[in-house]
């Protein structure tokens, strides 16, 4: 696969997302500078927004992101059916473009949380879950202020009913309650996808779990699904 993740000011997550994606999964990565408007997104076979905190977080978090040039292409590429993942900051700034529903707000418990979650998979009939059991129980680093998915009542009804939350914060065997929520999100949503299944959007981070020796590989599980769906749909 050729890989484009997108830097704007303040990402600070796109090495790891380069080194885990080139290094251990041996694509081809290329990073995007949020204002090259020459740059054309159809080279890519899929795109990563990676986490950090772009333009410091002002206002809301990934909302001046938003309306840099080149989300205006990635709103074109997403609507074209191709692979987008937004992680953390990414999840963000796709929801402040309303490329997935919903909001991202301060955690309920006011603090930065940095720290390893478990996330429980409850959907594996996506590109982006497909090698990984239903209801496995993935051990993925977060690292955020404003995790707290929100969305209203006919939102969130929505997002059940078209099985779009694909990941849910659990205890370690994938108990779901508010012990196991580390920000407070609705219904313990960790990660969703849009209607189409083209996009995904997740708060945990998971180019920081793709080698043991860092502590886990658990999420490479998500970009090795990504890099099996696309190797099943070009031969």
């Not at 040039?69 to 709103?75: A, C, D, G, R, T």
Request: glycine share 8%; net charge negative.
């Amino acid at each position: 696969m050729n890989i484009g993740i997108v830097v704007f000011p303040g990402t600070w997550s796109e090495k790891d997302c380069f080194y885990s994606l080139s290094r251990v999964n041996k694509q081809f990565c290329e990073f995007i500078w949020h204002k090259d408007d020459g740059i054309n997104l159809e080279n890519f076979d899929a795109i990563i927004l990676p986490g950090g905190f772009s333009y410091g977080d002002f206002l809301r978090s990934g909302s001046i992101a938003s309306l840099s040039p080149i989300m205006e292409k990635i709103k074109v590429y997403a609507n074209n059916g191709n692979p987008i993942i937004g992680i953390c900051n990414g999840f963000q700034i796709l929801c402040e473009s309303n490329l997935l529903p919903g909001t991202l707000i301060r955690n309920n418990n006011l603090q930065f949380r940095c720290e390893w979650s478990n996330i429980k998979v409850t959907n594996n009939k996506t590109i982006f879950t497909s090698l990984i059991n239903n209801n496995k129980v993935l051990s993925i680093p977060i690292s955020h202020g404003e995790g707290n998915y929100f969305a209203d009542k006919k939102t969130i009804d929505e997002l059940e009913n078209n099985n779009q939350i694909i990941f849910r914060y659990s205890d370690n065997n994938g108990y779901i309650d508010e012990f196991s929520n580390p920000n407070g999100s609705v219904n313990n949503i960790a990660g969703i996808i849009n209607k189409e299944g083209n996009i995904l959007g997740m708060m945990p981070h998971p180019e920081k779990a793709c080698e043991e020796i860092i502590g886990g590989a658990d999420g490479n599980l998500i970009f090795q699904s990504l890099l099996n769906s696309y190797n099943r749909t070009t031969k």
